[in-house]
């Protein structure tokens, strides 16, 4: 597989948005959120994160594009140990534009 770097996530997402009208609301988790803050040398094969909006088309649309995913509506019981509290509202967002909201844990 090859890599996946941030940048063309958000160029990819931003025309599923553009030729859907769907709205995305996408909590990043991973080696995308890693991206996020600074560190561009992480390496990952995947996208990760917590969506707001239809799952089903845009896992998708991802697929088709050659974008494994792992999506979900409720990243906080996805490992043994839960997310804490109010971990939604501390997220910060990294872009929003036109329908497109990304955010970071």
Known sequence: MSPIKLDEIKVL???YVRETRQTID???IGGLA????????????????ELVGELEPLLEFLLANHVPADLGENISGWSVVAMPPGYRDRTSVWHEDA????LIA
Do not use: F, K, P, S
């Open 26 to 28: 996408l909590i990043l």
């Open 99 to 102: 329908g497109l909201c990304l």
């Open 34 to 49: 890693l991206q996020a803050y600074g560190l561009h040398e992480r390496v990952t094969v995947d996208l990760d994160g």
């Open 13 to 15: 997402l931003e025309r």
